[in-house]
């Protein structure tokens, strides 16, 4: 099952790039982030990286509060309302997202969708009824 990394990263200058620092000694290379703060000057930082083992050892030997999550990332339609679609279907199996984020495939004319919900293998299931693609872990890793 494909996952991605979470941190608990401070919000302060110069605290994502000691992150990214990590990783690039690593050789690690990041495929996809989003960054959320709060409002108490803290926040999460979620990377899909291209080998998230060897990302959340790196990142926890350095002294980071990190965390492998299973997620689903799932091919749509690159048009208007292929995500409300996606979603949509999603709600009606009543799925909750915890945290989503999307980018185009332009080469493939395709959108892809990282979910990380409470119950991934029921949004796994409910995608291969659908008749939706979901990306293998190997495709995930080398977008």
């Known amino acids: ?8 990263l401070q919000n302060q200058p110069g605290h994502l ?6 990783l690039q000694r690593k050789l690690i ?5 989003t960054l959320s703060g709060s409002a108490y ?16 050892k790196a990142l926890v030997e350095a002294g ?22 996606l979603l949509a279907y999603l709600s009606k199996g009543e799925i909750n997202i915890k945290n989503a ?3 185009l495939v332009p080469k493939e004319g395709a959108a892809i969708l990282v979910i990380d919900a409470e119950n991934i293998e029921l949004v796994e299931k409910l ?16 977008l």
């Open 29 to 33: 290379n990041i495929r996809a982030m």
């Open 64 to 85: 980071y509060s990190a965390v492998l999550r299973p997620i689903i990332v799932v091919r749509m339609p690159d048009r208007p309302g292929g995500l409300h679609d």
């Open 1 to 8: 099952m494909a996952r991605q990394v979470s941190v608990f």
């Open 41 to 56: 000057g803290w926040g999460i930082l979620n990377l899909l990286l291209n080998d998230p083992d060897e990302g959340h």
């Open 127 to 142: 995608v291969k009824v659908a008749g939706l693609t979901q990306l293998s872990d190997e495709e995930i890793y080398h």
């Open 101 to 103: 984020y999307a980018t």
């Open 17 to 22: 790039e000691k992150v990214t620092e990590v």
